[in-house]
């Protein structure tokens, strides 16, 4: 039997990337998904590229709003009775001098890396089973100071301590609750902001490994603290980065 044969995991930004690249593993591991994105046509394609049918349940929201949320929930309990699984995904980024931040990038960023996540798991609660998995998407920018990402950076921070706070909250409902920090992963989001070869790599001259990472690398260690083989894991943070954060190249 696939391991998450009968499972139903929540998956936001789960359009592209390294919330695509989840529910792919997840799919062929037998599970249905829930994939929630902004834009409709891209979290269509997904459901096509998916290729699982009934399976598969798109909801296009904006997680930073607490009524979009409730109806994702209530979509996803129609459809599929509960959750055994979330993984609170989504995120944005803007980039600029602290005198160049704008309240409206201020409130987009933390409405959608932080709020968002907070919703997100909060208005799943009572259609997620006990003993199901949270997982959320950190950075490793929450562990290095890099110039023009202070608000990215901290809600980073801040949901990677949120493991931390809801697990012992979750804790009585066999609820875990666990992390996991990409370092840099080619996805959409990457591409936009290291356009050129010589951008990237620079990026990949920090990385002990001495590759970029892929969006399956994240969505294997999400599967991972998914599924029952962490089972005595919560509140931690996995860290998925080829050793960017925490050792020097040999160069």
Do not use: C
């Not at 789960?14 to 891209?42: E, I, K, Y």
């Amino acid at each position: 039997m696939a391991e998450f044969e009968g499972k139903t995991v929540l998956i936001t930004g789960g359009g592209s990337g390294m919330g695509l690249a989840t529910a792919q593993r997840l799919v062929s591991a037998g599970a249905s998904v829930v994939l929630v994105g902004r834009d409709a046509d891209r979290l269509d394609k997904a459901a096509k590229d998916l290729d699982a049918g009934d399976r598969v349940l798109t909801v296009s929201a904006d997680v930073s709003s607490a009524a979009d949320l409730d109806r994702v929930v209530s979509e996803a309990g129609a459809r599929f009775g509960s959750l055994d699984g979330v993984f609170a995904n989504a995120g944005t980024i803007a980039f600029g001098r602290t005198t160049d931040v704008t309240e409206e990038a201020f409130d987009q960023v933390v409405g959608t890396n932080f709020k968002g996540v907070f919703f997100t798991i909060a208005k799943s609660l009572p259609i997620l089973n006990d003993g199901a998995s949270i997982v959320v998407n950190g950075s490793w920018l929450a562990h290095k100071g890099l110039a023009f990402t202070a608000i990215y950076a901290a809600t980073k921070a801040a949901v990677i301590n949120l493991t931390r706070t809801l697990s012992p909250d979750l804790a009585p409902r066999g609820i875990r609750v666990n992390a996991v920090s990409p370092g840099y992963i080619v996805t959409d989001m990457f591409t936009a902001i290291s356009s050129t070869e010589e951008a990237q790599a620079e990026n990949r001259s920090h990385v002990s490994l001495g590759r970029l990472g892929e969006a399956h690398d994240v969505a294997d260690a999400v599967l991972f603290l998914l599924s029952p083989r962490s089972s005595y894991i919560t509140g931690q943070e996995l860290v998925v980065d080829g050793g960017l954060t925490t050792s020097v190249p040999l160069g």
